[in-house]
């Protein structure tokens, strides 16, 4: 989506099975750092890691 000349890009990812630790360790150890890189280099100028509560079959959802 763009607004303003800005774009605008959201990701939903959902854990399965009950399976929540690897892909919590995934985005905050290699996603985030890239992320963390690209602000530096000028390339994007924001972004989030939101990670929700766990629901009543132990599974999350990771928004990016």
Do not use: H
């Not at 399965?16 to 992320?35: H, L, M």
């Amino acid at each position: 989506m763009a607004q303003n000349g800005k774009i605008y890009s959201v990701k939903i990812v959902c854990s399965i099975a009950g399976q929540t630790e690897e892909p919590i360790y995934f985005y905050e150890n290699n996603w985030k750092v890239f992320r963390e890189k690209a602000i530096e280099l000028n390339y994007i100028s924001v972004y989030k890691l939101l990670i929700s509560e766990k629901d009543s079959s132990n599974n999350i959802e990771i928004l990016l």
